[in-house]
């Protein structure tokens, strides 16, 4: 099968005839419909210092956010069969450990990342363990069901903070924010004001149904977010940045009793005054990694098969496989929002 392979150290990868995987027990063989182009895999094509620093394992196939057809299933599969329609959830538990024991397996201590640590989806096809390979209606198209897993970040942080009714930012424009939008909006969030650096990534927030815009290269978010809520500040924010700034002015920006949920991952600390900020402020921070397995997915496939929530114009490109290098190139450029890669 052709499979994205990076081989060794350095920038790029290449595209290649690898042999097809083999099932171990638990698995499932997958034909990828899509997938998508996130972050990680830039670390990981970049090689950069993150990459280098994350036990992975070169040669490595990438991609790890894909909607597939379960193709063959593994000795012990019982809860999937061939000819189903689903998305990985990157998140591949150990299944022992005391959060996964404790209704928390996505934030396993031994916690393993499809596509990071296992070959990925960056292929025609791949392999996942069936726990991670999650059944999706059919009403939702390949190119939107690429984009589950980052979309439940987005679908989670929108949970923890309760924003139906209320006045929110979502600080970073970039796919994951994107979406976060999208998601207060399905959420019945009053105002939703979006924050970013980039013209072209507000744009799409707008068409999405950001209340406001602000760019916080211009103007002052922090004081810009009071003055839309009336001196008050915002009941909520979500940090998909990870820009340290821009996080200190989502709490500047915070009123007192606010909830904020951190979705973006800073590359240094965060130095924060605690006093005025979270502690008089009586904030309630939650940090987010991954989905809640299951129940996220579930709010997620409800909402998009009934049409309440809508992502399209998160999805600027749709490319082939043998193009993937020209889709690294315009996500590291952040001239696109999410781009999809199809086998
Ligand atoms: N917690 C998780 O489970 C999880 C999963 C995937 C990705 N992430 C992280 O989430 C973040 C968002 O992911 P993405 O794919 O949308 O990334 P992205 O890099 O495409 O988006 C980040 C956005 O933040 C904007 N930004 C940068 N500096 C800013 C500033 N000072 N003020 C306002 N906006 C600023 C950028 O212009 C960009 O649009 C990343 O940090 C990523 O590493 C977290
Ligand atoms: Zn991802
Ligand atoms: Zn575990």
């Known amino acids: 099968m052709r499979a994205v392979v990076k081989e060794n150290a350095g920038k790029g990868a290449v595209l290649k005839e690898v042999e097809m995987p083999v099932l171990e027990e638990g698995e499932v063989l997958i034909k990828i419909k899509a997938a998508a182009i996130c972050g990680t895999d830039q670390h990981i094509y970049n090689w950069n210092n993150w990459a280098q620093n994350n036990n992975i394992n070169l040669p490595t196939i990438l991609g790890h956010e894909c909607s597939a057809e379960v193709v063959e299933v593994g000795l012990g599969v019982k809860t999937l ?144 977010l009071k003055e839309f809520t009336h001196g008050v500040g915002v009941d909520a924010f979500i940090d998909a940045s990870g820009n340290t700034f821009a996080i200190l002015d989502g709490f500047k920006g915070l009123r007192k009793g606010g909830k904020v949920a951190l979705i973006g991952l800073p590359s240094r600390p965060l130095e924060i005054e605690l006093g005025s900020q979270v502690i008089f402020k009586e904030a309630t921070v939650i940090g987010i990694h991954g989905r809640r397995m299951f129940e996220t997915w579930t709010t997620m496939s409800n909402l998009l098969d009934k049409g309440l929530l809508n992502i399209d114009p998160v999805i600027t490109h749709v490319l082939k496989l043998e193009e993937f290098d020209e889709g690294f190139d315009i996500s590291e450029k952040g001239i696109g929002g999410k781009v999809i890669l199809v086998p």
């Open 81 to 224: 069969k061939v000819g189903d329609y689903v998305a990985c959830e990157t998140h591949i538990p150990c299944g022992q450990c005391f959060q996964c024991k404790n209704g928390q397996q996505h934030i396993c201590q031994n916690l393993k990342i499809f596509g990071v640590h296992t070959n990925g989806c960056f292929a025609e096809y791949s392999k996942i363990p069936a726990v991670c390979a999650v059944k999706i209606p059919e009403s939702i198209h390949p190119n939107v069901g690429a984009v589950l897993e980052p979309l439940g970040t987005a679908v989670r942080a929108n949970e923890e903070i309760q924003t139906s009714g209320k006045n929110i930012a979502v600080i970073g424009c970039g796919p994951i924010g994107l979406m976060a939008i999208s998601t207060a909006k399905a959420f019945g969030a009053v105002n939703i004001y979006a924050v970013d650096i980039n013209e072209y990534r507000l744009e799409i927030a707008k068409k999405l149904g950001a209340t406001e815009i602000i760019n916080s290269s211009v103007v002052n978010s922090a004081e810009k």
